[in-house]
């Protein structure tokens, strides 16, 4: 399902880092994640992933900013299947196997999701990914 959003829908949809910072707050609000600011050495500190754990980054963002786009009535993101729920179950999932299976610390996680959303984000390729990334929800 391609989405079009318009010059208003991202004119009212939020910054994605904000996005992304906001999401991971309040998911992750029980184990009292301290987000600090992000940094260039931060990024590049993370380690080379492989494309299963790149994927999993890349629809954590994605979902994130069609969750928040959908509960700010964002006309496009409301074109897709409620994930508010379900995008946030696997946001919280994504980051914990990333974090064991590649070893990430929450600050090099919070500069993966935002780094993914930002790229989302600047090249317009939300609507390219979240296919797949839809059916990621489903396995």
Known sequence: MEIDWTPRD???AVHPQQ???SAMLSILASLVLAVSPLTATAQEDLPQLSLE???LARCSAAFALVAEGQSNGNAAAL???DIRESGSEFFVRAGARL???AGLSREQLTVLFSAEAQD???ND????VMPACLSMLDT
């Open 10 to 12: 991202r004119e009212l």
């Open 19 to 21: 996005v992304i910072i």
């Open 53 to 55: 754990h790149r994927m």
């Open 79 to 81: 074109r897709y299947p």
């Open 99 to 101: 974090m064991d299976e």
């Open 120 to 122: 989302l984000w600047d």
């Open 125 to 128: 390729t939300l609507d390219d």
